[in-house]
């Protein structure tokens, strides 16, 4: 194993359990705007994909590359702004409807 | 700047958003902070992408900036106009096109490694291998469960015969092949044959499982589209791929999870069992007497009622009852009645799914209360009313060790002082299963629509409050 790899994998890991106690504390409640928002988060895909579609150097890795980008930003902006619609509509009882 | 101070600010710039996306998701602990939550999270994210674009390896802008707009703008669409109840569709497909865009990035990344003769280290051709198999999983399973949830696909599960073999053997496939890969990378053309068996696999595992276990199945795929984003950022070596990946995939186990544990089955029950489709009813001897009420009489209750637990199912929201729900309630709350939206977890047609049906209709979000805390009200609870919920209030998963849902936890209803359900008519819920509620002394059955007696409960108790 590279020392690279030990990093990615020691990364990951650390990234799991800081993930696993962040979520547990999240109420039934805001479940199905974490699943969208976490959707948002797996947009984070574009990344890799923009690299691979600008390097240019490869027509097929270009083209995949691209769709891959399109995917990407579909889950990241979609993903973002309907769990923006959905937070919007909680609200506590002594705060008037109307003022949001 | 050289081409490694551009790296280093990129990767610093990367921390940041890893930060920043751990905070926003953290911030969702309470709905008060949950926007701001969301928007700091997205804000790391524009971040990122604004620092990725300067990487020196991009030299042509010609179809990114495109794609981008492109995708953002068919985002935007669906966020604006999916309707809550579609919500766990939408979530699938997104589900979906995270699992396939990771599956694409790895395919892309060994193309362009083998195009430029470059040698895939083993744990590079591993990382890419998983992103692909994982993705692809995700993507067809995904794509199943929407079309499941959206009606296009039969809901009910579709067993095919030694289906559990069948599954096996294109898990093996999936494994030989990926590891094929593994072995002879340069061969590139083996990702086709991959990127078919995985799709193959994935909806070999979710068509046998049935319209009310799609939570489980959103839960666990919203898992897997972060593990394959993880795994290419392995092949790319990208760490906020892994940091975000990990995230999600650590939030769609928990989901998943806590659905599994609110239904009191295994994963491999929910993924292998074919459940609701043996038809599981348990025949009773005989007629069992129940009363029926009328919605005058409900009134009456209601009205004079101190305090009320209105648990609700999937059908207020198939009924499209929800606001007049919201109105009896209020208008329950304005003669001094403290009232409560008990809401098992697994309520709607995904983990918190009739929390935001709720929250739509305007009901406070202090007002919802789950499973543990509803339990603890009960018992001082005058009136119960049942809306569209079947099986999550039936006693038996206490009281009888035969039942299909023996040892589900469920809301107590039978402890408050009455209970009313509302239902069409005493047709057995979506397990077939009989509900000994139903026949207890103290319940009631007011039948037929649930928006039209839910609105003749308004009016009743409009009218009783004018007479006073």
Known sequence: MTEA???SLTIFVLATFVGYYVITKIPPTLHTPLMSGTNAISGIIILGALVVAGASDDTLSEIIAIVAVVLGAVNVFGGFLVTERMLRMFRRGDEDPKQR | MSDQDVLNVINAVYVVAAIMFIYGMAQLRRPATARTGNRVAAMGMLIAIVATIFDREIV??????????????????????????????????????????????????????????????????????LGIAIGTVTLTGSLVAAGKLQGTINQNPVL??????????????????????????????????????????????????????????????????????AATGFAVDN????????????????????????????????????????????????????????????????????????VTGYGLAVAQAQH???????????????????????AG???????VLLAEADVPYDQLYDLEETNRELGQTEIVLVV?????????????????????????????????????????GFSGIDNDLFYMDKTAMLFGDARNSLRSLVTEVEEIIKNE
């Open chain 2, 388 to 428: 569209g919920a079947n099986d999550v209030v039936n006693p038996q998963a206490r009281t009888n060790p035969d039942s299909p849902i023996y040892g589900m936890p469920i809301l107590n209803v039978d402890e408050a002082d009455s209970c009313i359900v509302m239902k069409r008519s005493m047709a057995s």
């Open chain 2, 349 to 355: 047609r995904m983990p918190g799914h009739m929390n």
């Open chain 1, 5 to 7: 790899l030990i990093t």
């Open chain 2, 239 to 310: 760490n906020l791929l892994i940091v975000a990946g990990a995230l999600v995939g650590a939030s769609g186990l928990i989901l998943t999870t806590i659905m599994c544990r609110a239904m009191n089955r295994s994963l491999a029950n929910v993924m292998f069992a074919g459940f609701g489709q043996s038809g599981a009813v348990v025949a009773e001897e005989g007629e069992r007497s129940y009363r029926s009420v009328n919605a005058e009489d409900v009134a009456t209750m209601l009205a004079y009622a101190r305090s009320a637990v209105f």
């Open chain 2, 160 to 229: 095919l015969p030694a289906r559990n073999v069948l599954s096996l053997a294109m898990g093996v496939i999936v494994v030989g092949l990926g590891v094929a890969l593994v072995a002879v990378s340069e061969q590139t053309w083996l990702v086709i044959p991959l990127l078919a068996a995985g799709m193959l696999l994935g909806i070999l595992l979710s068509i046998p499982i049935g319209g009310a276990d799609m939570p489980v199945l959103v839960a666990l795929f919203n898992s897997y589209s972060g593990l394959a984003a």
């Open chain 2, 60 to 129: 042509s802008y010609h179809f990114i900036l495109p794609a981008i707009l492109v995708g953002a703008l068919i985002g935007a669409w669906m966020a604006r106009t999916v309707p809550m109840t579609g919500m766990p569709q939408m979530v699938a497909i997104f589900n979906a096109s995270g699992g396939i865009a990771s599956a694409l990035v790895a395919t892309a990344a060994l193309i362009r490694f083998n195009d430029a003769g470059t040698d895939v280290e083993v744990d590079t051709a591993i990382a890419i291998a």
């Open chain 2, 324 to 346: 007049e729900l919201r109105k009896l309630g209020d208008l329950m709350a304005t003669r001094g009645a403290t009232v409560r939206y008990g809401i098992h977890p697994v």
